[in-house]
């Protein structure tokens, strides 16, 4: 029986509603006469207390609100690549269709189009025995991704008696129907899953494989792995968006899901601007055929923006329980955390740190936690993995405060911006002594095994140099660079090299944007071995000075812009270069030496 | 807007339960909902405004826009109008000044509404936004070279008390519209708790440029009601949004201040005795300074734009203190004024290094401006940031413990400032000029150094030594 309550107080996205004792605790409820969309947050006797999803404003007491029996869920089929939703699955291009170019309240639209047709191809036989999770058949979503129509995971499984040839059919269409103990369940090409809720998976695995996101700070020297978690927080105006859209575009995984939470507006037009025209290295296809976009800005109402997160991370259980890799990147989560905060508010709870609830951290770590590699539920044997990354922002970039410490203890991957970088314009502004990986032994062997035996080795020799530099960064501030042997200001000049050669990336430019993982680890070996045959010269007895005056310094910080990945050899003429020009010192100096 | 009373729907009622700062606590409601105009009338006859904030168990809180001084328990009216809090909206608007809560106060009457728009607005669909990428010349070279200013951006003037930010406002806005060209551009000024001589000078600047007559000034000063302040903004950005999108002209939106609007918000927060955030500011702070200035952009098909340049004044100048901060987490970047460039007689006072344009990258470059105008950018910050690293060296150092490579960055930071970054009032700078400063300035730099750009690019314009720019 469906709960019929009256609203009897209102305060901002929170109301309270009597006569609800039949409503159940996370159901998702209508609220007043314009039916708007909320969800029960708390009971207390026959009062209910929800968070509404869209402005209350004009919202009386006295005006009814009706449960809907369901939990708060998204609707998973065919048709979700390539949206752009709301915070509870609401596809923006729908609601522009109904309300134009401001979003109205009280809007209902379907999550994806059930009306429209794919080519299905079945994959199971009559009478086969079948399981929750296994794949009935396929469609092609979009030119870049096959989409598994699977058996929901919270089945019973049972005996497949009927199966659709292969054909084109709607959503709606039932395609198979299968039996358990006399009771037929058909099935259709889609179905719901309440969001609050992690999917099950078979098994757990270690992730082991690198998740290549083309920039170079992070998969040279803090990598994350398919499967992974990672935080990036900042003051504003330090990168992290930037970053994101950077892992969004670039990562090599097969489907990406950005959710932008309480961030700006123009940063979703963005991505949907941009998108369609980016072309994916990989299967040239445009980048948009892998990306489903779950937009609630700033000014959106602030509890669907709790929602967006559960919203988005089930998105990509789902895909990974086809068996693929899926990205999903947030940013930003302490905007979520606000919302919770606000809410806790309105609740009248008793506040943790910062009028944080208590229950931060343990809300936190549940998100964090359906991050994973996984064995998938059914058959075929299929792993897929979704790797959560969530931007932090912290207030006055003070890393001490609630979220990003409660963060911290739930991720791995750690990339802490730094605001003094981003003043001085060294972008992305990951500082790489405060930075850490906890992948980093883990991928290793992806990186010895695919790119070249040498990598852990000279990522190490080039961040001691950086680790070097920090030290001696000391000493100069007090005494100044000139009070420093040559070998040690060989130190910062190697150091000045390698941050604006190889951390430094500008994701705006054409060539800088992407770097491969073969050019990566080549500008590496360039610098590492720039930076050993100096010392040999200086050890020689040779000058600093003309070390500095190397014509093919300023080539080698440039290579990452003027030599593309394609043309990734080119950096063996550098290195030609390079030799060259050692050894023209060497002769030199000892013309020098004659006159004199 | 206070004149549309004629609504069937209001109820009065009498029970006043409580007063309490800026708000009042109205008993006995039977039908009264959130967000709703209130009416107050004092037992001397005096009326007043408020809206609803809280509504349940018969009870209503209700916050009063022009205070609560005055009222009594007995005798005070509150007549609940049936409606939220509406803007009548018309092209007669422009050239007419109105009070924080949107009456006219020019001593003319009411404008004819072509429609009445709720001040409180409706979030953008980012599917229907236009990505601004039109640059827009301001003829301040710092801003056009470094901070560039597109259509559609909001862009505030992080400030101190005394430092000059609503010179650079002012400039912006009579430089960056150019009169006498078809363009179709408005003004929307909103004064929000400043002093009468601030509104003053803003409003004659316009006059003097011949752009009163494109502009919508909405005054609540430092002696008007505080509370009024969280309208004022909200009238004037529902007028912006209907002179850019129903009207099609390039609006420039400047609030100022902002800090001023954030202690209303702060009091009326306290007077709840809600959980407060940071510095006693409400935790919703961020969601509703978004609700204000993401009212900014373009919108697909349409031909305005709402740019916005909101001022606000860092207390103590400090740049983590919650306004600016959440500020610079919802806008589009940031141009910071330094009090230390303002003592060395430098105008515009900007601290370039902590200022940013986030939509810069897409509002320059070849078919827009000029291919180099990123990268010389880029390199200008680069070398600045060396420059002010060098220098504070040199200050403990001595100059005797510097490279030769540092004293030339020492150098290039002190004809950056003067060069550069230094201009008049009322001077107009073409981009052009600021990009060929910008190459005189790299000039004193050895090839080597500029590593931001890119070798076709240095190849065009870098003259090494060809000039020593001195003022
Ligand atoms: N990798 C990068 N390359 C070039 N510019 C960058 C990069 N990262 C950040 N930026 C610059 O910094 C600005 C702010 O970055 P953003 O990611 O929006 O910051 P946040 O999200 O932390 O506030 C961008 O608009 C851009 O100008
Ligand atoms: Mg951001």
């Known amino acids: ?596 | 807007m206070l004149s549309d009373f004629s609504s069937s729907s209001s109820v009065e009622y009498t029970k006043v339960a409580e007063i309490k700062g800026p708000i009042i606590v109205v008993d006995g409601i039977t039908k009264a909902s959130f967000d709703e105009l209130v009416e107050i009338e004092t037992s001397e006859g005096e009326r007043r405004l408020g809206r609803v904030l809280e509504v349940g168990y018969g009870k209503a809180i209700v916050q009063i826009f022009e205070g609560t001084s005055g009222l009594a328990i007995t005798g005070t009216k509150a007549k609940f109008l049936g409606k939220t809090m509406v803007m009548p909206v018309s092209n007669e608007l422009l050239g007419r000044v109105f009070d924080g809560l949107g009456r006219p106060n020019d001593g003319l009457p009411e404008p004819i509404a072509d429609k009445f728009l709720d001040v409180n607005g409706e979030p953008m669909n980012p599917e229907r936004r236009e990505y601004p990428t039109s640059f827009i010349q301001t003829g301040v070279s710092v801003i056009d070279g470094m901070l560039t200013l597109v259509r559609g951006q909001k862009l505030p003037i992080f400030s101190g008390s005394g430092l000059p930010h609503n010179i650079l406002a002012a400039q912006i806005a009579r430089q960056a519209n150019v009169v006498g060209t078809n363009e179709d551009f408005a003004v929307v000024f909103a004064a929000i708790g400043v002093q009468y001589s601030e509104a003053q000078y803003f409003k004659r600047s316009l006059e003097d440029s011949g752009a009163l007559r494109r502009s919508v000034l909405f005054l609540n000063l430092a002696d008007d009601p505080a509370i009024e302040r969280i309208i004022t903004p909200r009238v004037a950005l529902t007028v912006a949004e209907y002179l850019a999108f129903d009207l099609g002209m390039h609006v420039l939106a400047i609030l100022t201040d902002m800090t001023n609007y954030c202690e209303a918000l702060r009091e009326i927060s306290a007077a709840r005795e809600e959980v407060p955030g940071r510095k006693g500011y409400p935790g919703y702070l961020y969601t509703d300074l978004a609700n204000n200035y993401e009212r900014a952009g373009r919108i697909k098909g349409r031909n305005g734009s709402v740019t916005q340049v909101p001022i606000l004044s860092m207390p103590a100048d400090d740049i983590t203190h919650p306004i600016a901060d959440l500020t610079g987490y919802i806008t589009e970047g940031q141009i910071v004024l330094s009090r230390e460039l303002f003592r060395k007689g430098v105008y515009p006072p900007v601290n370039v290094l902590m200022s940013l344009s986030r939509l810069m990258k897409d509002g320059v470059g070849e078919g827009k401006t000029r291919g180099d105008h990123m990268e010389v950018g880029n390199q200008l910050y680069d070398a600045y940031s060396r420059s002010q690293e060098v220098r504070a060296l040199a200050d403990i150092v001595g100059r005797a413990g510097l490279t030769g490579v540092d004293l030339k960055y020492l150098d290039v930071g002190d004809k950056f400032e003067t060069y550069y970054l230094k201009q008049s009032v009322d001077e107009n700078r073409n981009l052009e000029e600021t990009l060929t400063r910008a190459w005189d300035i790299l000039a004193n730099l050895p090839k080597g150094e500029l590593t931001k750009i890119k070798d076709k690019n240095i190849e065009q314009y870098y003259k090494e030594g060809s000039k020593h720019p001195t003022q």
Not at chain 1, 70 to 85: F, N, R
Not at chain 1, 110 to 133: C, M, Q, R, S
Not at chain 1, 179 to 190: C, D, S, V
Request: glycine share 8%; net charge negative; aromatic share 8%.
């Open chain 1, 1 to 596: 029986m469906v709960a019929k309550g009256k609203i009897v107080w209102v305060s901002g996205p929170a109301v309270r509603a009597d006569g609800m004792a039949s409503v159940k605790m996370y159901e998702t409820v209508e609220v007043g006469e314009s039916k708007l969309i909320g969800e029960v947050i708390r009971l207390t006797g026959e009062i209910a207390f929800i968070q509404v999803y869209e402005s209350t404003s004009g919202l009386r007491p006295g005006e009814p609100v009706v449960g809907t029996g369901q939990p708060l869920s998204v609707l998973l089929g065919p048709g979700i690549i390539g949206k752009i939703y709301d915070g509870i699955q609401r596809p923006l291009e729908e609601i522009a269709k109904k309300s134009g170019a401001f979003i109205s309240k009280g809007i209902s639209t379907t999550p994806i189009d059930l009306k429209k047709k794919y080519h299905f191809k079945p994959a199971l036989k009559i009478g086969e025995n079948v399981k929750a999770g296994t794949i009935i058949g396929t469609i092609e979503e979009t030119p870049l991704l096959t989409h598994s129509i699977l058996i929901p995971p919270d089945s019973s499984g049972g005996r497949v008696i009927d199966i659709t040839g292969e054909g084109d059919y709607d959503l709606e269409q039932i395609i198979s129907t299968i039996e358990n103990n006399g009771i037929k369940f058909p099935l259709k090409m889609y179905h719901k899953w309440p969001v609050r809720k992690p999917r099950p998976y078979t098994e757990r695995f270690d992730p082991t494989v690198p998740l290549i996101t083309g920039q170079r700070v992070i998969d040279t020297y803090f990598p994350i792995a398919k499967g992974g978690t990672g935080a990036i927080p900042g003051g504003f105006g330090t990168g992290k968006t930037v970053t994101l859209h950077q892992i969004a575009k670039w990562a090599d995984s097969k489907v990406v899901v950005y959710i932008g939470c309480g961030e700006r507006g123009n940063e979703m037009t963005e991505v949907l601007v941009e998108f369609p025209h980016l072309i994916d290295p990989r299967s040239n296809r445009p980048l948009m055929e892998r990306t489903v976009l779950v937009a609630n800005t700033s000014n959106m109402p602030v509890a669907a923006r709790e929602a967006s997160i559960y919203t988005g991370v089930t998105i990509a259980e789902y895909y990974r329980d086809m068996g693929y890799d899926v990205v999903l990147v947030a940013d930003s989560t302490s905007r979520w955390a606000e919302a919770l905060r606000e809410m806790s508010g309105r609740l009248e709870e008793m506040p943790a740190e910062e009028g944080y609830p208590s229950y931060l951290a343990s809300r936190l770590a549940e998100f964090y936690e359906r991050a994973g590699r996984v064995r998938a539920l059914g058959s075929p044997d299929r792993n897929g993995s979704v790797t959560i990354v969530g931007a932090v922002s912290p207030s006055g970039a003070d890393f001490t405060e609630p979220v990003t410490t409660h963060t911290i203890r739930f991720i791995k991957t750690f990339w802490a911006l730094d605001t003094r970088l981003a003043y001085s314009r060294h972008y992305p502004s990951i500082n790489w002594m405060q930075s850490y990986s906890g992948y980093l032994e883990d991928v290793s062997k992806w990186w010895t095994e695919n790119i070249s035996p040498d990598w852990y080795n000279l990522r190490a020799e080039s961040y001691n140099i950086l680790q070097r530099e920090d030290t001696l960064k000391e000493i100069v501030r007090l005494l100044g660079p000139e009070a420093l042997p040559d070998e040690e200001k060989l130190v910062l000049e190697m150091a000045r090299m390698i941050k604006i050669g190889i951390l430094q990336q500008n994701s705006f430019d054409k060539i800088d944007t992407y770097c491969g993982p073969e050019k990566q680890l080549k500008l590496v070996n360039l610098m590492v071995k720039f930076y050993k045959e100096s010392l040999k010269l200086l050890k020689e007895g040779k000058s600093l000075s003309d070390i500095r005056s190397m014509p093919i310094i300023p080539s080698l910080i440039k290579a990452k812009f003027e030599i593309p990945d394609e043309q990734v050899s080119k950096l063996k003429d550098l290195e030609s270069q390079m030799d060259t020009q050692f050894n023209e010192i060497r002769s030199q100096k000892e013309e020098v030496e004659l006159v004199v």
